[in-house]
């Protein structure tokens, strides 16, 4: 699958995939306004990585965006890449999977989904990583 940023300085290849995940965690919230919808993907292929800024927003994550057209591409854990899910313009068979961080989640919103739900706690036990 192909994604792209809004001026199409970087690009991601990916393997197919439809299922989404949400993120509602504090992090998340501020640099996209809401819940963040990615897809994983371990090591997609990348083109146009001299136009990628990175941000290390923990100890464990990198929060990277294009620096060309600031567009917000993915969030880096280890080998797992949570792409943006706004970055593939054939999108149409995308269905959300499953909300982490589900107990940060801000209250002006909810998702009709019925999704597994995971809480902060549980998610970086699954990735590894310890509570910031």
């Known amino acids: 699958m192909h994604a792209q ?7 991601l290849e990916v393997p197919e995939t439809h299922e989404l995940h949400a993120c509602h ?5 501020t ?17 146009g990585s001299e136009h990628i800024g990175r941000y290390s927003s923990s100890e464990w994550a990198q929060r990277c965006f294009c620096k060309e057209c600031g567009t917000h591409l993915f969030v ?20 959300t999977a499953s909300q982490i961080f589900i107990d940060c989640k801000a209250p002006y919103y909810d998702l009709a989904n019925d999704t597994p739900k995971l809480t902060e706690a549980e998610f970086l036990a699954m990735v590894g990583a310890a509570e910031s």
């Open 5 to 11: 940023c809004l001026c199409g300085a970087v690009t």
């Open 31 to 47: 640099w996209n306004g809401g819940a963040s919808f990615t897809l994983t993907a371990q090591s997609p292929e990348i083109s």
């Open 76 to 95: 880096q854990v280890g080998n797992d890449y949570y792409i943006n899910a706004g970055l593939f313009a054939d999108n149409a068979g995308f269905r």
């Open 25 to 29: 965690c504090g992090k998340c919230r």
